[in-house]
């Protein structure tokens, strides 16, 4: 089962200037990292099923009111300590063996003191950087996701279920990370992308590459960081696959791997599903029911109609009659729906090395050939261009990639024009989200857009604005939920809670009489009540499939490199031993002579 989010490293969305401005970008799904201008990496965030009679966000929501907040305007780097709450039944909480579960955010103490500036949630596991470039990580290690041998920590090597340093190559700098189901992904102060865990589909590993070349060994997965790619600007993770954004000389290029079995990464290629068109005149008579709703031709659904005025009609659930009348008022092409295509391993291996997305079909004018951004949702990619335009693709069941019908799959980069200007976008497998100018857009299966709506309710198309909301400076996606982080220093989300993810139970924790502990979801965004956050500034949360991490401001700043826990001071000799232990003697290698991806 795939559990699925995006996660990208912290996006500043706040329209104050930031030493976080100039990144955007799920390690929950829909995280990216990095920065796109042409300098040395710098830090920073870059710039309900059932409700259970939870309260709607009103209009006008109370601020929160601190005694000091971090001043994001100055070079200084605000630094936080790392709070967790939800499952812990794949070690994802690092509050050790025993804690299986927290209903509420709570600290982890072993974190405290170390300067962490950045998080990134995977569906199980969990990344911590240093502003010293250090990443601590912990949580389930079946795939190597972690970035060191798995061990329960009876054998004297750090274990799983609390957070250990990530053994990168000596010397390196990490930046930014990102993350998804099973893979992990660091961007040094060099422009270098680091990678280690593996890609997954519905049929099992698809593996990992150990070298940037071609002809590399493809192995089921590994613990050890391999250089992909270089000269990257901002790179993000969905589930099985990541996104990065890549200086080209004069232009900008988007690369993307991973698995494509839905398109995600804007290649036909690799992609279990595809499409053909059939004019209307002479395909009419042949229409007929599709069992479990909608209609087909021949065993093909009809998913959308491409009507004469140049507009696209979703059809996914029409019926043949209401095909039929859309045609008579002037539809002129029939979108059909091929079986799914069992794609080779050779495919699938070959796209395991970054492959370079055609942005060209995107176009709509000169300037929108440009790219500046690049984001992922669990399933799905998405890139901004220069002049503010969103473009998107992948899976699409749901309308999870916002171009206004239903289709299992969007191949190619195609326009979500309701969210220009967006500064992050991600989501989970069923849902996505935008952040622009504090504003949040949600998507896809209704439930989970925090718009009130019900599993009844059909998915939603189009991005529609979570009104209410105050004004959002961070925003992040775990499997079925969405955390939003406030100007104010307050924390909202909305989705899935059935694990505590939501941290909703009690919901009122200064009301003595509110007793309820049984975990709920959210129809509508719930403002976090917690009595560890309630004097701190939230900066970011991130969200995995069954948890949540939050990094809370500690009222310390730091300095790149200086204050922080550096990659040196934190590799131990104990972990160094565990660590020449699992790799059967052999040293890292060393960084690959720079070169072309």
Known sequence: MVFGFGTSTPAQASSTASPFGGFSGFSGFGQSSGSTTAGPVTFGFGSQAVSFGAPAVSSAVETKVLAELPDFTTDRIPTGDVFVHGSGECDQLGLGDAVRERQKPTLVKSLTGLSICEIAVGAMHVLCLTTGGAIYSWGCNDDGALGRASSDGSDGGPSDVEPHVVMMPQGVVVRHVSCGDGHSCALDDSRRVWLWGTY????????????????????????????????????????????????????????????????QLG????????????????????????????????????????????????????????????????????????????????????????????LAAAATGESEVIASGVHASAECSFVTFQGGSVRGCGLNGDGQVGVGFVSMAVPQLQAVPAVAGASWLGGGLYNTAALVDGRVFTWGKAEECGLGLGAKDPPVLQPREVLGLPKVRALRSGGHHTLASTADGDLFMWGCGLTHQLANRPRDVSNPIDTNEEPADELKPYRVSSKQLQKRFVMLADGGAQHSVELAWDGAYSAPSQDGVSQDEAITPELVSEVLRYFSGRMLEEPPVAGTP
Not at 214 to 234: G, I, M, W, Y
Not at 236 to 258: P, Q, R, Y
Not at 302 to 310: C, E, N, P, S
Not at 314 to 330: D, F, I, L, R
């Open 200 to 263: 997954k589909d519905s049929n099992g590993y698809i593996g990992i590459v150990r070298k940037r070349k071609q002809e590399a060994e493809v192995l089921e997965k590994s613990a050890e960081p391999t250089l992909v790619l270089e000269s990257c600007l901002q790179v993000a993770s969905g589930a099985n696959h990541t996104v990065a954004l890549v200086d080209a000389g004069n232009s900008k290029k988007v690369f993307a791997w991973g698995s494509n079995a839905t398109g």
């Open 267 to 358: 290649l036909q290629e690799g992609c279990g599903f595809s499409e053909r068109l059939l004019p209307c005149s002479g395909s009419i008579a042949n229409l007929a029911p599709r069992e479990g709703g909608g209609c087909e031709i021949a065993g093909e659904q009809v998913v959308r109609l491409h009507l004469a005025d140049g507009s696209v009609r979703s059809a996914a659930s029409m019926t043949v009659e209401q095909v039929q009348q859309t045609v008579a008022q002037g539809a002129k092409e029939l979108v059909l729906q091929l079986p799914d295509r069992e794609v080779p391993k050779t495919e699938k291996k070959k796209l395991l090395h970054p492959q370079d997305m055609p």
